[in-house]
């Protein structure tokens, strides 16, 4: 398959798992007792409301052109944590749904690819299910980075100690530039993670099936 279509599918493919991440984000926030984002129109597949332009489209561009795994990540939904059921638990379990929405669209695709021999062929719907396998799967491990905003800081928050809380609410405000700086600076100490974190989870998807 030519270089404009494996963009095309990349682009799409990127689109429809920041949405779903997004979404997840928002439905257990209402779920819990928020409707913020429910009121500011985020519980939507709409991917206009949720993209954000270094995250949702520099970042996995420039990944994609470099040969690197592709991950990013779209506007965090807002989420009012007073309204929120279980405290900093239910906080959590906003953060961690995003990652896993992106890992369970990973595994229903890698099944559905494993047992249509589509993994990693190249034609359009081999890429279609490739991409959907491996996108999805960079995007989950990338969330789970425990530094704010990103999800995994989220979870870190619930078990951390207060000492712990009291830096991670210093880092709220500026903890996406520390990413960014991360992905810019170090691209092939992150890739070489975020490959090692995708391979761990193929090779666990391979030993389920």
């Known amino acids: 398959m030519n270089h404009f279509w494996l963009l095309v599918v990349v682009f799409i493919v990127v689109l429809l798992s920041m949405v779903l991440h997004e979404l997840a984000h928002g439905l257990v926030a209402y779920w819990l007792g928020d409707g913020t984002a429910k009121r500011e129109g985020r519980l939507t597949l709409n ?21 690197g795994p592709i991950f990013g990540g779209a506007k965090p939904v ?9 405290g900093v638990w239910g906080m959590a379990l906003v ?27 190249n034609t359009f719907w081999g890429a279609v299910m490739t991409q959907s396998v491996l996108i999805n799967l960079g995007f989950g491990i990338f969330n789970l980075i425990p530094i704010p905003p990103l999800d995994g800081s989220r979870v870190l928050y619930a078990i951390a100690p207060d000492g712990v809380r009291e830096v991670m609410e210093k880092m709220e405000a500026y903890g996406i530039w520390i990413v960014m700086l991360l992905v810019i600076l170090a691209p092939s100490l992150v890739s070489n993670i975020m490959g090692a974190g995708i391979n761990a989870m193929l090779n666990l998807f391979q030993l389920i099936v």
């Open 47 to 67: 991917p206009v409301k949720h993209l954000d332009p270094f995250l949702s489209v520099i970042l996995p561009f420039f990944l994609f052109i470099s040969g």
């Open 78 to 86: 807002p989420i009012n944590t007073r309204s929120l059921k279980h």
């Open 95 to 121: 953060g961690i749904a995003g990652p896993l929405t992106n890992f369970l669209v990973a595994f229903v695709m890698f099944l559905i690819s494993h047992f249509t021999g589509l993994f990693g062929v």
